[in-house]
């Protein structure tokens, strides 16, 4: 089998920052048998990233798998019963995650060396320290407009974010988001997002049929999940997601379109801070990653489905063509034979109406 394209470098500008990306802690309270589990899959996460030419991310999850079962390895769970989590976590996997992460470790290190500009020498040294004044004083007056551009760069320019991108955001606790998740009830019960204090709201998709205005949605609302709707125009952040969101999902008629387009271009009586985004691979993608931070990480995941297959569905009929001929109905036992076509029974009717016709004219 050919070995894939490798793809260019997108996610960071140095090993650093893959490793910080890569930097896991447990949450005091949580099983261990979950994050191996989760170690488990983040490992096949990495393998397919491999697979797919995409070092970078192959390189992350590798890292974050190693993290993970460092902090697990910590504890006294594992401590009391070490083949059995052992088993879970699959040591034959630790040893090659190594291997591979210190191989890919010195590729993407050459790869982003690559894309540092080149050093130009100088002698002059007093010019030197003029540019670093002049540098520090523009960092310094411009401080406030450098934090506001580098939320602007994590949220991203594409209309959507992904799951990594979200947890930085959530983690600056100047800036404030509402999750809106529009899977079903039952399944938003069973697990969702729980991050601190920011406030995830269900909007299931009977709520947000075709065309619906934000009144329209109010009126389907009660409660908690009400007043969450309501702070939409107050925080600087809306994410909307489903199990495997993506941007691809805004389409006409789709539940994330209809929702989106009702905040963001119909809605005359609040004024979003920004457009709302879709997190990339949904609700799935934020489970591989930080699974901590939900309600309950080892929910199974639903079948795949496509709405926009379910859609096209209700449409796909089958019409019968012109020189289709209707099947004949099996006959009844109570009806007589046919006879050239008719029935015994519509023959004597018109052989009555004959006689009749004959003895009006004589």
């Given at each position: 089998?050919?070995?894939?394209k490798?793809k ?10 893959l ?139 594409e ?85 495997d ?50 309600t ?17 569905s ?49």
């Amino acid at each position: 089998m050919p070995s894939a394209k490798m793809k260019t470098l997108y996610l960071a500008k140095s090993l650093e920052d893959l490793n910080k990306m890569a930097e896991h802690k447990l949450v005091k309270g949580w099983q261990i048998k979950h994050y191996c589990q989760s170690a488990s899959k983040v490992f096949k996460a990495a393998e397919e990233s491999q697979r797919s030419g995409d070092q970078e991310k192959s390189y992350l999850y590798y890292m974050k798998y190693l993290n993970i079962v460092t902090q697990v390895n910590k504890t006294s769970e594992y401590k009391a019963d070490k083949k059995f989590f052992d088993n879970l976590i699959g040591r034959t996997h630790l040893m090659k995650a190594i291997s591979k992460a210190e191989e890919l470790s010195t590729i993407l290190g050459e790869r982003y060396a690559e894309l540092q500009p080149p050093s130009t020498g100088g002698n002059d040294d007093e010019e030197q320290q003029t540019d670093k004044q002049e540098t520090d004083e523009d960092n310094q007056s411009n401080e406030s407009n450098q934090e506001c551009d580098s939320k602007q760069r994590v949220v991203g320019m594409e209309g959507e974010l992904t799951a990594q991108m979200l947890y930085r955001i959530m983690e600056d606790e100047d800036t404030s988001v509402l999750l809106m998740d529009i899977r079903p009830p039952e399944q938003y019960q069973a697990s969702h997002l729980k991050y601190k204090q920011v406030n995830c709201v269900n909007l299931p998709a009977p709520i947000i049929t075709p065309g619906i205005a934000v009144s329209g949605i109010e009126k389907r609302l009660s409660g908690d999940v009400l007043d969450m709707w309501k702070c939409r125009g107050h925080v600087d952040v809306i994410v909307l997601l489903d199990w495997d969101s993506a941007l691809s999902d805004l389409m006409v008629g789709s539940t994330l379109k209809t929702l989106k387009d009702a905040i963001y271009k119909f809605d005359s009586t609040v004024i979003v801070k920004s457009e709302p985004l879709i997190l990339k691979g949904g609700y799935d993608a934020w489970l591989l990653h930080y699974p901590q931070f939900t309600t309950n990480p080892s929910i199974p995941r639903p079948p795949k489905y496509h709405e926009v297959a379910s859609l096209t569905s209700l449409l796909d009929f089958d019409y019968p063509t012109l020189e289709e001929e209707p099947k004949p109905k099996p006959m009844e036992d109570n009806k007589k034979p046919l006879i050239n076509g008719k029935s015994a029974r519509s023959d004597d009717k018109t052989a009555e109406i004959g006689r009749a016709s004959c003895r009006e004219r004589v």
